[in-house]
């Protein structure tokens, strides 16, 4: 405190109450409507107070879901969400590091190369490339027909004596096609290759005199080092999966693989008729928990993870 | 760029990269080269024939008014989140910044609606300013007498996804305004305060410019955050109507591929977003750099 300014100080508080009145306002709606049978929210003023409905409620989203849009069980929805943040997260971390430490710590040609391939990464996307991308969903081998093509090959097979090999392989409508595509990561590439470069030569050197190899190196002292910065990437890379909107929306027409997030649209795009907001109200709340949890949880991690990213 | 000491090793690094490298390859570099390639060709209305166009797909984009029209929306877009997020953002990080008691509390309470999903956060505004139930639409009729519609009108439609959007980058914004006031040293202000300045005149002639380089980069961030995050927050609520007032670059290349299969204008839009995608990513990290040696 530079002077003594009482006023000034009651008015922070102030400023800072309201601000926080105005940023919570929404979640707070949100949360009382899905306590509110339906009939309670088709006339103006809404109740801003709760009602009796939660239980209800939150049994019909997680048991059976919405009849008449998807009619899929919010928690199936849920699971998956779940199982892509996951993948992403943890899929992320894993190519991340291991390349990072190929960055770091060996000398090889076309090293540059690599990492500028990495950084490109960076700037295309998902969205500035829609099409192309789901073209390579809807079959994997894509870009190797279409280059064996070009080299003069027909078909789309590469017959090897006694076998053939059918280059045909659709991800949509799987896990694998709402996760692989967003795993390839240069922030977190880079998080590690920093962190790596802060690690004192002794300890390689260190281990290099006791004899111990690149892997041995990596597993028993670059990994235990790494354990707060992989925590950290894993809440803000966790969050990021979660959220995802419009991969989720382009690879999967089969409502067993819909995500929470990207399911809420359905419900809320009803033609002609207004939507069940209270339904609707009690899946954006199961859809905001896991994330807001895990950042007021984990908000020392989630900071830090938040700064690091953006360096 | 490299570690002093290195380990020698035949095919071992290769084998680390492998998978970046090649879900980069196939789902980065190969679609990003097919949208330049498509930019350049044109299918007739059965997708029987392709024929090269050159730049006439370019051409047609600039001279098409719903596509320039888009990017005037984009920008005032962009520029609307930008500002409202950074303003509010601002003024909450600087009282935080000035109270002892509750600091911490009044963070946590600030920081969750990072965690919401653009597209939860949409939904959320979209039932807030409902014309039929919203608690802020029944405000604003009944203490202001104006009669919102957001699906009717495109400048209310316009303010939802702005206010959604922007609500949404508050938190990010506040943390990084946060820790770059908390590193602004307390002996310059502590000598303004003794030549008599003002808690105001201290913010506007000191505070604010040491800020600057903060400042900047969220200028940065938000911008690419607004032009292409905010897809969500479109589709779920407003999809760009009504009639195309909301009708952002990244909605638009959505809603003309996958929806209109414009092949070629499609991946003509994606290749001018790549262009401005790849305009601020060197901005950014241009600027970084300076950060870096300053």
Not at chain 1, 37 to 57: H, K, Q, R, Y
Not at chain 2, 74 to 102: C, E, H, N, P, Q
Not at chain 2, 140 to 167: C, E, K, S
Request: charged share 10%.
């Amino acid at each position: 405190m530079v002077e003594n300014r009482p006023w000034l100080t009651v008015f922070s508080h102030f400023v800072l109450i309201l601000g926080i009145g105005v940023v919570a306002l929404p979640l707070w709606v949100t949360v009382v409507a899905s306590t509110h049978a339906g009939e309670d929210l088709l006339t103006s003023p809404i109740p801003m107070w709760f009602g009796d409905n939660m239980v209800d409620n939150y049994r019909q989203m997680l048991g059976s879901g919405m009849q008449h849009v998807s009619g899929q069980p919010l928690t199936l929805m849920m699971f998956n969400s779940l199982v892509m943040a996951l993948s992403i997260a943890i899929g992320k971390i894993a190519i991340s590091l291991i390349a990072a430490f190929a960055i770091c710590y060996f000398q090889f040609p076309l090293r540059m190369t690599c990492f500028w391939m990495i950084f490109i990464t960076l700037m295309l996307p998902v969205e500035v490339r829609i099409l192309p991308t789901y073209e390579v969903i809807a079959n994997v081998f894509t870009p190797l027909t279409k280059l064996l093509n070009l080299l003069g090959m027909e078909g789309t097979e590469i017959v090897l004596p006694g076998i053939t090999i059918d280059l045909d392989l659709s991800m949509l409508d799987s896990y694998a096609g709402l996760t692989l595509p967003l795993i390839a990561s240069a922030t977190a590439t880079f998080l590690f290759r920093q962190f790596f470069l802060t690690v004192p030569d002794e300890l390689t050197e260190a281990a290099r005199i006791d004899g111990a190899g690149p892997l041995k190196f990596f597993r028993d002292i670059l990994l235990p080092l790494s354990r707060t910065n992989i925590a950290a990437l894993f809440v803000i890379l966790f969050i990021y999966g979660w959220n995802q909107y419009l991969w989720p929306l382009l690879v999967t027409t089969d409502p067993a693989y819909v995500t929470i997030v990207m399911g809420i649209q359905s419900m809320v795009n009803v033609a002609d008729i207004e939507p069940q907001w209270n339904l609707v109200m009690t899946a954006a709340t199961l859809a905001m928990l896991p994330p807001v949890a895990i950042v007021i949880g984990m908000q020392r991690l989630f900071v830090k993870g938040l700064v690091e990213t953006e360096k | 760029m490299i570690k002093r000491v290195t380990f020698k090793h035949k095919w071992l690094p290769y084998a680390l990269l492998a998978p970046q490298l090649l879900i980069t390859l196939v789902f980065f570099i190969w679609p990003a080269s097919q949208a330049l390639y498509y930019s350049v060709l044109q299918q007739d209305a059965f997708g029987l024939r392709v024929d090269f166009v050159a730049f006439d797909n370019f051409a047609y984009l600039f001279s098409d008014p719903t596509y320039l029209e888009s990017f005037e929306i984009t920008i005032m877009f962009s520029v609307s989140v930008a500002l409202m997020s950074l303003s509010f953002a601002l003024i909450l990080a600087v009282m935080a910044d000035r109270v002892i008691k509750g600091a911490t509390a009044y963070k946590t309470l600030l920081i969750w609606p990072y965690a919401v999903a653009p597209a939860i956060a949409g939904v959320l505004w979209y039932f807030l300013f409902n014309p039929a139930v919203g608690i802020n639409a029944w405000i604003l009729r009944a203490w202001f007498g104006y009669d919102w519609n957001h699906t009717l009108n495109g400048t209310d439609a316009m303010l939802l996804i702005v206010i959604a959007a922007a609500w949404k980058q508050i938190s990010y914004n506040f943390l990084f305004f946060l820790a770059g006031l908390q590193a602004i040293p307390r002996s310059l202000i502590e000598a303004a305060a003794i030549d008599g300045a003002s808690p105001l005149k201290r913010f506007w002639t000191i505070v604010f410019p040491l800020l600057s380089p903060t400042t900047f980069f969220l200028v940065v961030v938000n911008i690419v955050y607004a032009f292409f995050d905010t897809f969500g927050t479109i589709h779920a609520t407003t999809r760009g109507g009504p009639y195309g007032a909301t009708n952002t670059l990244v909605y638009k290349v959505f809603n003309d591929g996958f929806i209109g299969l414009d092949l070629g204008g499609s991946a003509a839009q994606s290749v001018v977003l790549m262009v401005i995608v790849i305009t601020l990513t060197v901005v950014q990290f241009r600027y970084i750099e300076r950060r870096v040696e300053y």
